[in-house]
């Protein structure tokens, strides 16, 4: 793969914002370069200098807890940011394409439409599995992205890795696998498969199993060159400093969110062995995620039913295969049993 080539010229060619804390990294201790307020912050913690541009030290950690380099990693506000750019970054607005494979996360197609860049469907199979021979059909010469989500959303199944490798290794652009719903999943991730394939793009987010969606901080894992590119068009202070500080400590925390992560995966079964009892519900799918889709009868109406009584989950029922669904997060045992018995009152 010739990444120089794939990278849209106009990005090829700019020069990047240089950033007052970009051009001195060196000691000191009085910083009259960046026009902040020299005397503070009316915080409870000083927040009137502007932050790591680069995130190093909250990077130096994730890598350790990742085991790839740091020079791999990019942070984003939300790995919806990492999306955005990639657009940016590989596709000529009116001219290129990129692939999608439906039902899935709907911030592709959102991003394509914002970018004025053609989103190519190619809906997954009955059993929600990718169709390796029609995405390679709908490849031409300026497909620049595939985007696979696994385990996907709102199917909560993982795509059959053998057939991620295949597009990886015959695709001449970018493969982006997003991993937000890895850490619920047996299968292992695929930022152990960056050295194999340099046009992987491994997305993840600290929004679902660490529980940090509102602080926003998304990652990309890839190949240096491409990191390279996403650094140099996000916006220089794309992460605040609350989120580094917050999340730095919370890394400290990996055998809570583990206990979480296997609390989650035991409700998750027993939700579903509950709800396949009841009348209505015509199909569990199986799920790799913190969340399961369910095949009920009259689902607008029991999605209705249920938000009258203050329970919102998610109807589907007009997403392509997903006719009468819903997508239902796991929640806690109280809440799950809440579910359950307002399912039940419904006739
Ligand atoms: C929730 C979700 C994300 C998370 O995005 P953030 O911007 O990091 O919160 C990304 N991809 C998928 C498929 C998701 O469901």
Redesign the pocket.
Known sequence: MQLEKLVRKNIREMKPYSSARHEFSGEANIFLDANENSFGSPTPSLYNRYPDPQQQELKNRIAELKSVSPSSIFLGN????AIDLLFRIFCNPGKDNVISCPP??G?YEVCAEMNDVELRSVPLKENFQLDVPAIFGSIDANTKLIFI?SP??PTGNCMDPEDVKKILSRFNGLVVV?E??VDYSANPSFIHQLKQFENLVV?Q????AWGM?AL???LAFAGESIIKCLNKVKYPYNVNAATQEIVLKALEEAGKIKDWINETISERTKLAEELSRLPGVEKMYPSDANFILAKIKRAPELYRFLSDKGIIVRDRSRTLLCDNCLRITIGTPEENKQLLEAINEFK
């Open positions: 939300g790995s919806d940011e899935t996360y911030m989500c996907n959303n997003d937000a719903y997305l987010t600290f929004s679902k969606a926003r901080l998304g």
